[in-house]
């Protein structure tokens, strides 16, 4: 079974920064792309950035310049540098993984993790 597991999320201050990651575990062969979305209260869910096994990101346009996410593949790992946090980046924020297991090729999500921008 593959396991996803965020932490960093919190409270902060618009200006501020945190730094999310997600950790994946269990038994798998691979993991491919990963990346975070978010969901805001009476939103629907976003994807904020990705990014391939060989380093290659994608933002969406609200974050560009201000989100940069980063992967350590020997910890399974996948991080979100958020700084100039807006209000508007209030929401829960889930890490997902394109994983290779077993019996095929699935995307697992974590469980989420709570961002609050306010002053």
């Known amino acids: 079974q593959v396991q996803l597991v965020e932490s960093g999320g919190g409270l902060v201050q618009p200006g501020g920064s945190l730094r999310l990651s997600c950790a994946v575990s269990?038994?798998?062969?691979?993991?491919?792309?990963m990346g975070w979305s978010r969901q805001a209260p009476g939103k629907q869910r976003e994807l904020v950035a990705n990014?391939?096994?060989?380093?290659?990101?994608n933002y969406v346009d609200s974050v560009k310049g201000r989100f940069t996410i980063s992967r350590d593949n020997a910890k399974n790992t996948v991080y979100l540098q958020m700084n100039s946090l807006k209000i508007e980046d209030t929401a829960v924020y889930f890490c997902?993984?394109?994983?290779?297991?077993?019996?095929?090729?699935?995307?697992?999500w974590g469980q989420g993790t709570q961002v609050t921008v306010s002053s």
């Open positions: 269990g038994s798998f062969f691979r993991i491919y792309d």
């Open positions: 997902y993984g394109d994983v290779r297991v077993a019996h095929g090729k699935y995307d697992y």
């Open positions: 990014i391939t096994s060989g380093g290659n990101t």
